[in-house]
């Protein structure tokens, strides 16, 4: 590895662990990072607050597919995006592994902040094959969303206390999604809007057991939101259903880094899911002055995000390249049903069925050090969809993707690092068959029948700076 890479090497001690010199110590620290970092804690609070707005107000203009399977993100690092995140587990390149892997950040020296910005551009097309209209409606227009962006921010801050024990805090969205579909399109009595907000953050630290191993651990303090509408029929007119509900929860992270010959290195890491109990509101709005309508309804619905359990793989060849590799599985079958319940009587609202299923993801990449300035990535990556044909729906319309990316990093000096990545994601076509709405009931004549086929491409463009002092 180049020079440049080296200068990113822990140095590792004699291995000792002396944990009452160390909690003395981290007192000691602590109290001296604390005056160091006052003149970046404003600029620390505005990021947090921008950064939760932005992602509020950017995931509810989303519209189309997500980068990652189900309704996943995986846009947690600029530096990892040119090479299709492979070797994220392992690789500790930044302040970004706090997601990743929090042990990495036993690799890191001093202090680092990280801010990264992504643009995802989604194009998505569904073509109607043999759809049929509910009783006494016309069947409706076919969608065409073009390409639409939105824009996905996310932070990260760590600090070496001792040469051993390091802390940091992730801001980033690890989930989100939206469908947005005309009022009038063929599907609208099964989905109009659907979206996914969350906001992570993620305090973490890790402790350098020997020359060999560290390890880590996080807490993650999440917001869920979620809103679902869809036209209902109200006998001779239609009206609109709109379900909306949020939770706050928390959950954990883990991993596991260990230095081979040479500076190679394994990482292990584990995500938890995280258990959220939605509480909201059902509203049924009319024009007309119907029974029921117009009036809000309180629900509860369980949301069961998936944990995730990552293997990663960092190997520099020579002064000149690196190799890495990731293999990821998602436990997506979590996410057997959507059930929306009364919060009042109990009585289902609605259910709608899902029986995901777990889900792979594999990435190979490599860097190329020109210099001690310039690198350069590319990246391949193939990512599961937990969605099977039998129970796609229009609300979330997944199919398995493949990642082709490419980036590169200039170190401009004095601690700043500019990191940039582009990434274009080939997603296989999907079909969907449905005709079942309310309390998964099959009924054409009030929810239509939806058939047709979904052609889905993503792109992704991302930058992150990164400063170390």
């Not at 990652?68 to 530096?79: D, I, K, P, R, Y």
């Not at 950040?105 to 801010?115: E, I, R, S």
């Not at 057991?209 to 209902?232: C, E, H, P």
């Not at 990545?421 to 005709?435: E, P």
Request: proline share 4%; net charge neutral.
């Amino acid at each position: 590895m180049s020079e440049s890479s080296n200068s990113h090497v822990c140095t590792k001690g004699n291995g000792a662990w002396n944990v009452p010199y160390d909690i003395a110590l981290l007192m000691e620290k602590w109290n001296e990072m604390r005056d160091n970092i006052m003149p970046f804690k404003r600029v620390a609070i505005a990021y947090s607050a921008v950064s939760a707005f932005f992602v509020m107000v950017s995931m509810a203009a989303w519209s189309g597919a997500v980068s990652a399977s189900g309704f996943a993100l995986l846009e947690q690092s600029g530096s990892g995006l040119g090479s299709a995140y492979a070797g994220a587990t392992a690789s500790a390149e930044d302040a970004s592994t706090i997601f990743f892997n929090p042990a990495g950040m036993a690799h890191l020296h001093g202090k680092q902040l990280a801010v990264a910005g992504y643009l995802i551009g989604v194009a998505s097309q569904f073509s109607d094959i043999a759809s049929v209209a509910a009783a006494g409606r016309a069947l409706g227009t076919v969608p065409d969303n073009g390409r639409k962006w939105v824009g996905v921010p996310n932070g990260y801050f760590a600090a070496e206390i001792t040469p051993k024990l390091h802390i940091g805090i992730g801001i980033n969205t690890p989930f989100g999604s939206s469908t947005e579909y005309r009022a009038d399109w063929i599907g609208r009595y099964q989905a109009l809007k659907s979206s996914i907000e969350t906001i992570n953050v993620n305090p973490s630290l890790s402790y350098q057991l020997n020359d060999a191993f560290s390890i880590g651990a996080g807490l993650d303090y999440q917001r869920f939101k979620a809103t679902l509408t869809n036209v209902r029929i109200l006998g001779p007119i239609d009206g609109t259903n709109t379900l909306s509900g949020s939770d706050n929860a928390w959950g954990y992270n883990i991993g596991g880094l260990m230095w081979l010959a040479d500076n190679a290195r394994i990482g292990v890491s584990y995500r938890s899911a995280i258990q959220f109990n939605l509480a909201g509101t059902v509203y049924v709005s009319s024009a007309l002055p119907v029974a029921g309508t117009n009036v809000s309804v309180p629900i509860t619905v369980g949301m069961n995000p998936p944990d995730t359990l990552s293997l990663g793989y960092f190997k520099p060849l020579d002064g000149k390249w690196d190799v890495m590799a990731d293999l990821a599985r998602t436990g997506w079958s979590s996410f057997k049903e959507l059930l929306v319940i009364q919060a009042s009587a109990g009585a289902t609202v609605a259910l709608t069925p899902e029986n995901w299923s777990d889900t792979w993801r594999v990435a190979a990449g490599a860097n190329y050090h020109y210099n001690e300035q310039w690198t350069a990535r590319a990246g391949l990556a193939y990512d599961q969809s937990p969605v099977s044909d039998a129970f796609r729906t229009a609300r979330i319309p997944d199919a398995d993707r493949t990642w082709l990316s490419l980036g590169g990093q200039y170190k401009t000096g004095k601690g700043s690092v500019l990191d940039f990545g582009y990434a274009h994601l080939f997603v296989k076509n999907s079909t969907v068959y449905k005709n079942k709405g309310g309390v998964n009931v099959a009924s054409t004549a009030l929810y239509a029948q939806l058939a047709g086929s979904y052609d889905c491409k993503a792109d992704i463009l991302g930058v992150q700076y990164t400063y170390g002092f």
